[in-house]
């Protein structure tokens, strides 16, 4: 099982990244997807969820509005375009993927939004 994620960087506040989860070893298309961010000496916290089939998704308040996820089953890929990115948006940013007792988390990449 692999979660890898890619897309992280340094941005400009007010600017856009789009990370990319690619998945393999586990049938992705059953699985819950879901993005978490972890900032320095803070908690992982939730920022957002798709379902299995992509029809329903879920946001943390913060990032609501700004953030969105979308999922390809033909290609096992989730994704989470960032819009209008904050400094407080900076964290390491993880994939994860969910089915019943089954958790499997990826190895995060950083996002530092900064001028």
């Known amino acids: 099982v692999e979660l890898v994620e890619s897309g992280g960087g340094l941005v400009q506040p007010g600017g856009s990244l789009r990370l990319s989860c690619a998945a393999s070893?586990?049938?992705?298309?059953?699985?819950?997807m879901s993005w978490y961010g972890q900032a320095p000496g803070k908690e992982r916290e939730f920022l957002a969820a798709?379902?299995?089939?992509?029809?329903?998704?879920n946001y943390a308040d913060s990032v609501k509005g700004r953030f969105t996820i979308s999922r390809d089953n033909a290609k096992n890929m989730v994704y989470l375009q960032m819009n209008s990115l904050k400094p407080e948006d900076s964290a390491v940013y993880y994939c994860?993927?969910?089915?019943?007792?089954?958790?499997?988390w990826g190895q995060g990449t950083q996002v530092t939004v900064s001028s």
């Open positions: 070893g586990f049938t992705f298309s059953s699985y819950l």
């Open positions: 798709i379902t299995s089939t992509g029809s329903r998704t």
């Open positions: 994860h993927a969910n089915f019943e007792t089954y958790d499997y």
